[in-house]
């Protein structure tokens, strides 16, 4: 459980980092080598594609930062926690979600399913 | 996504059916042979493991029905949605939770991972 708090840290931290080094050592940290992300929109799958999907989100959304917005439940090497970010004068668009993630053995995310909780344009 | 509503109705109501051979079909129209449930507490593996779980929630939990309190979200094979059950005069624990599914190429259930969203007592 300790272990899964630790990697849902890194993975936030990850889709917030903008130094690209930095933000491919957390992939590598976060995820298996075969890992995947995926939701509605988005899909990577290994560190590589990953790496670039995050890329293209932070360009789409300059400023924004991504903040755990609930409790990380945990059972049997499988979590599901929500997120929000934006919402500020510099990120006015508000987004939220839901992810779950698989664990694998090793620590590392095995895979992360996102479903959207909110998308709405500040008043 | 019409076949992935389907296959939660037929989930919803797997959990619902007392009529033992009427069970055991829903379950094997609704998982893969190789289908999997689990959340915190309980765990299926197979038609015939998955059976004997759904059988001792019943008695466990005898006069409850599982009810759909949320629209079924889906992408790429994935889906969440929320269910209900009690807080009535013959079922007064409510029990909640959100249930993320992997559905197979032949449109049954791979995966059902439970997470709970409330257990209390009716007042």
Chains 1, 2 share one sequence.
Do not use: C
Request: aromatic fraction near 10%; proline fraction near 2%; hydrophobic fraction near 40%.
């Amino acid at each position: 459980m300790s272990n899964i708090n630790e990697v849902v840290v890194r993975y936030v931290a990850a889709w917030n980092e903008r130094d690209a080094k930095r933000r491919r050592d957390l992939i590598a940290s976060t995820w298996r080598e075969d890992g995947i992300y995926r939701d509605a929109h988005r899909h990577g799958e290994g560190h590589d594609a990953i790496d670039a999907m995050i890329d293209a989100a932070q360009r789409q959304f300059p400023g924004y930062r991504v903040a755990l917005k609930s409790g990380i439940e945990a059972h049997n090497g499988y979590a599901r926690f929500s997120w929000a970010a934006g919402g500020t004068p510099d990120a006015p668009l508000y987004l939220g979600g839901t992810d779950f993630v698989v664990v694998a053995d090793d620590g590392r995310l095995e895979s992360v399913i996102g479903f959207v909780d909110a998308a709405a344009a500040a008043g």
